[in-house]
Nanobody
Framework: QLQLVESGGGLVQPGGSLRLSCAAS????????IGWFRQVPGKEREGVSC????????KYADSVKGRFTISRDNAKNTMYLQMNSLRPEDTAVYYC??????????????????WGQGTQVTVSS
């Protein structure tokens, strides 16, 4: 049973940066794509990014492309989301989740499982 734990959230000013981490335990995540999602109260959870099992393929939502970078370190069983040029509309609880295959599916919740508890990101002056 794969378990994921997010960390690294916090309060940051507009234009600032944060790096989120997602640590896996229970089984290796080497063979699975991993996705990042975010959710604000009253709205559905939306896909942010995905990285393939090898780390060679990446996918981003249009709203974050050019500002966020996804990466992974399979030796450490950890993946990351580097968030730069943050905007107030990036404020949300951020979650990581595992896909079912090595390659990234569409970044939609139906394709992912083993959700973490989430970490709060607040962008405000």
């Amino acid at each position: 049973q794969l378990q994921l734990v997010e960390s690294g959230g916090g309060l940051v000013q507009p234009g600032g940066s944060l790096r989120l981490s997602c640590a896996a335990s229970g089984r290796t995540m080497d063979y699975l794509a991993i996705g990042w999602f975010r959710q604000v109260p009253g709205k559905e959870r939306e896909g942010v990014s995905c990285i393939s099992s090898s780390g060679l393929s990446r996918k981003y939502a249009d709203s974050v492309k050019g500002r966020f970078t996804i990466s992974r370190d399979n030796a450490k069983n950890t993946m990351y989301l580097q968030m730069n040029s943050l905007r107030p509309e990036d404020t949300a609880v951020y979650y990581c989740a595992a896909g079912r295959n090595p390659q990234c599916p569409p970044i939609e919740t139906i394709h992912f499982g083993s959700w973490g508890q989430g970490t709060q990101v607040t962008v405000s002056s």
